[in-house]
Nanobody, 122 residues
Framework: QVQLVESGGGLVQAGGSLRLSCVAS????????MGWFRQAPGKEREIVAACNWSESSTYYANSVKGRFTISRDSAKNTVYLQMNGLKPEDTAVYYC???????????????WGQGTQVTVSS
């Protein structure tokens, strides 16, 4: 089992920045692919960004390319999502997710955090 706990959400003005953190516990974090998803009210959950265990492969949704960056610190069992140039349409609950392979993170990960709210005001 892998337990994931997100933090760092909040209220920010358009154009601002936030950094989300996700601390993992349980099985060997360093070998897991990680991802960030989001779900806005009335919309389906969507992938935002993901990376494999070594960060040699990454994926970004078109809507966040050039603005968001996923990174990880294996020594701290933590994955981050740096969000710059935030827009009101980025408002959502953001979820951290994990699975053994990047492809399975993108397709439907086994492990999820509880979510953290990000609200961007115009």
């Amino acid at each position: 089992q892998v337990q994931l706990v997100e933090s760092g959400g909040g209220l920010v003005q358009a154009g601002g920045s936030l950094r989300l953190s996700c601390v993992a516990s349980g099985r060997t974090f360093s070998r897991y692919a990680m991802g960030w998803f989001r779900q806005a009210p009335g919309k389906e959950r969507e992938i935002v960004a993901a990376c494999n265990w070594s960060e040699s492969s990454t994926y970004y949704a078109n809507s966040v390319k050039g603005r968001f960056t996923i990174s990880r610190d294996s020594a701290k069992n933590t994955v981050y999502l740096q969000m710059n140039g935030l827009k009101p349409e980025d408002t959502a609950v953001y979820y951290c997710a994990a699975d053994t392979q990047l492809l399975t993170v993108l397709a439907g990960p086994d492990y999820w955090g509880q979510g953290t709210q990000v609200t961007v005001s115009s």
